[in-house]
């Protein structure tokens, strides 16, 4: 069996220059939602569009979507964005009920990274950043308001 040597190489030194080390990205703080009574009601009606084919699939399942159905997803989204168990919120006997409280959950859930907000870092570059949890929160906080608005009138 023949025996290869290990081959002997000579660094030479570069010609080319030395690349300027790339300053670290610092942590940026998130910005604060620019005109942020327009952008609720904007996030507001998306959660409603969401909502609305529920009431229809509450009908063929035989039940009713309420307001403390609504106010129970409201709820369990907002104890998800405090990082705590939504699983309570959900719960109920009634197994249709508890069908649609987990299906509408599961789709507003998709609504916070769903929505961008983007911030100008240089003349060609913006970062794209998901929604800020206080500023979901703040959507919730106005979408239930509006649901009690709407209870009060009927």
């Known amino acids: 069996m023949r025996d290869f040597p290990i081959p002997r190489m000579k660094l030479l030194p570069s010609t080319m220059p030395m690349p300027e080390p790339v300053a670290t990205l610092q942590k940026v703080k998130v910005k604060e939602v620019p005109d942020r009574q327009r952008e609720i009601r904007r996030i507001v009606a ?41 699983e309570p919120h959900l719960a109920i006997a009634d197994s249709h009920k508890a069908y649609l409280r987990r299906a509408l959950f599961d ?39 509006e649901m009690k608005n709407a209870k009060e009138k009927r």
């Open 46 to 86: 998306r959660l409603e569009q969401v909502i609305d084919p529920f009431y229809e699939v509450a009908q063929r399942l035989n039940t009713t979507l309420d307001v403390d159905d609504l106010c129970a997803v409201l709820d369990a989204l907002e104890a998800e964005a405090k990082q705590s168990s939504p």
């Open 107 to 145: 789709e507003c859930l998709l609504e916070p990274s769903s929505v961008l907000f983007h911030t100008q870092l240089g003349p060609d570059r913006i970062r794209y950043e998901a929604m800020p949890t206080d500023f979901w929160l703040a959507c919730l906080a106005h979408l239930r308001e």
